[in-house]
């Protein structure tokens, strides 16, 4: 099939997820196009009116007109210039991103492919056809960086991470390792220094980061909600061991035989998406509970992890494949 992906590239989630799906497509055998949207007033209307005469003429001349899609893939939200220009239009979906303008057009979508099973009941109440695919993250192992028992935390440029809770939470214990915390400038809250914080707000190169995850045996991903989450799921590829909070979607990839959950204390709404907020008593009782793993116990849960990636990440390409030749 002919394929065209179409999402923000961002430079940060998004632009990961329009480069994983463009490959996990082309292992199936489908003809990819990637059309990586930026911002701009301009470019955008610049674009609408290009595919507004390509639609247009298409019309005029049928098939012999400009090349059509088989399927358009239309990732977090509905791009209503790009409808017409494939047969079939299919949405991925973030729940915590799905606003009412997306909401509007979503009759115009044939189908809607979702990340993780929470996100199935969301749209098949809103009348969609839905279809299980899952997603998967990049491989961010590298088994010959040793690792130390300490605590890591990716909070990049989102909101919705818990991080500033987390931090606040460490300040309060001095007597606990060192955590690391990487966090975008645009988003960065620096608060008070303390001697067990290594708040890094800075843009790494992705070697440096890629290090920094490999080198830490505990990862920290209390996240309030997610539309799929790399940097939970990269963090179990690295087979590490991961905290995060129980409720959907985290707890579908963290369970109790491979990571750590985190009773959540209330809950909020984004968009579609209720979002959870990590009791800290829990997390309290969670960090006190992984420093007294033994090495034995880290690495099975760790294994346990990355098998589960390894898994995903080989059955993704295949899912998706027959959630495309269902609808097609």
């Not at 890591?152 to 060192?178: I, M, Q, V, Y």
């Amino acid at each position: 099939m002919r394929i065209n992906i179409i999402a923000w590239d961002n430079g940060l989630g998004l632009s990961r997820h329009l480069r994983l799906l463009g490959v996990a497509l082309e292992q199936s055998g489908h003809a990819v196009t990637v059309t990586g949207l930026r911002r701009g007033n301009w470019r955008k209307l610049g674009r609408r009116v290009k595919l507004g005469a390509r639609n247009l003429w298409s019309q005029v001349l049928g098939d012999h007109g400009w090349s059509r899609h088989d399927v358009n893939i239309l990732i977090e939200h509905i791009r209503p210039e790009f409808l017409p220009s494939a047969r079939i239009n299919v949405l991925l979906p973030h729940p915590e991103w799905f606003l009412d303008s997306d909401r509007s057009l979503l009759s115009e979508i044939d189908a809607v492919f979702a990340q993780t099973h929470h996100a199935i009941p969301i749209f098949t109440a809103l009348g969609s056809r839905v279809f299980y695919t899952g997603f998967t993250s990049e491989d961010r192992w590298q088994p010959e960086v040793v690792r130390e028992p300490a605590f890591f935390h990716l909070a990049g440029r989102s909101r919705h991470k818990g991080t500033d809770r987390l931090l606040e939470l460490w300040r309060r214990h001095p007597e606990w390792p060192r955590l690391t915390v990487v966090q975008n400038p645009k988003s960065a809250q620096p608060g008070l220094p303390a001697a067990n914080i290594d708040h890094r707000i800075d843009y790494l190169d992705d070697a440096e980061l890629r290090r920094l995850q490999n080198a830490h045996w505990f990862h920290l991903c209390p996240s309030e909600t997610e539309g799929y989450g790399h940097y939970l799921v990269e963090a179990m590829g690295l087979g590490a061991v991961v905290v995060t909070t129980d409720a959907e979607p985290m707890n579908e990839f963290i369970t109790p035989d491979r990571g750590i959950l985190v009773d959540f204390q209330r809950t909020g709404q984004q968009n579609l998406a209720t979002t959870h907020y990590f009791d800290e008593s829990a997390m309290e009782m969670a960090v006190d509970h992984v420093m007294a793993m033994d090495a034995r116990t880290c690495v099975e849960m760790g294994e346990r992890a990355r098998a589960w990636f390894v898994d995903n990440d080989r059955a993704f390409p295949q899912r998706l494949d027959a959630a495309l030749r269902s609808i097609t």
